[in-house]
């Protein structure tokens, strides 16, 4: 028998519910619960990884670079300056100009840009 996440969730609402005597249907009830609780998780993801630099059209090389070098995010990205990108190890002037070219693309300017 496998169990899912679902499952796993509405285990947990069943065992809260049972701890606290409620009574009536606990297995509708965990089931509601174990949904609410897949939607949240899923609504969280997504805002975890709406900043993520692979959002950027860029190479592998270029995100395994920037990834060496601590930038995850591309807020991360919005606090250097183009100089800073180039003192990257591995980033030479066209990694660095491909980087910012993405970062113009999704609206943003690097540090120091006008």
């Given at each position: 028998?496998?169990?899912?996440?679902?499952d796993w969730f509405a285990g947990l609402a069943m065992q809260s519910f049972l701890n606290?005597?409620?009574?009536?249907?606990?297995?509708?009830?965990?089931?509601?619960?174990?949904?609410?609780?897949?939607?949240?998780?899923?609504?969280?993801?997504?805002?975890?990884?709406?900043?993520?630099?692979?959002?950027?059209?860029?190479?592998?090389?270029?995100?395994?670079?920037?990834?060496?070098?601590?930038?995850?995010?591309?807020?991360?990205?919005?606090?250097?300056?183009?100089?800073?990108?180039?003192?990257?190890?591995?980033?030479?002037?066209?990694?660095?100009?491909?980087?910012?070219?993405?970062?113009?693309?999704?609206?943003?300017?690097?540090?120091?840009?006008?």
């Amino acid at each position: 028998m496998n169990i899912d996440l679902r499952d796993w969730f509405a285990g947990l609402a069943m065992q809260s519910f049972l701890n606290q005597s409620h009574t009536g249907v606990i297995g509708k009830e965990a089931y509601m619960l174990a949904d609410l609780m897949l939607e949240a998780r899923i609504i969280s993801i997504h805002e975890k990884n709406k900043d993520t630099i692979h959002l950027m059209y860029l190479d592998k090389r270029s995100i395994n670079v920037l990834k060496a070098h601590g930038v995850f995010r591309i807020s991360d990205l919005l606090n250097m300056t183009f100089t800073d990108l180039m003192k990257i190890p591995n980033c030479g002037s066209y990694t660095a100009k491909k980087i910012r070219q993405e970062v113009h693309k999704l609206g943003y300017k690097l540090k120091g840009e006008q």
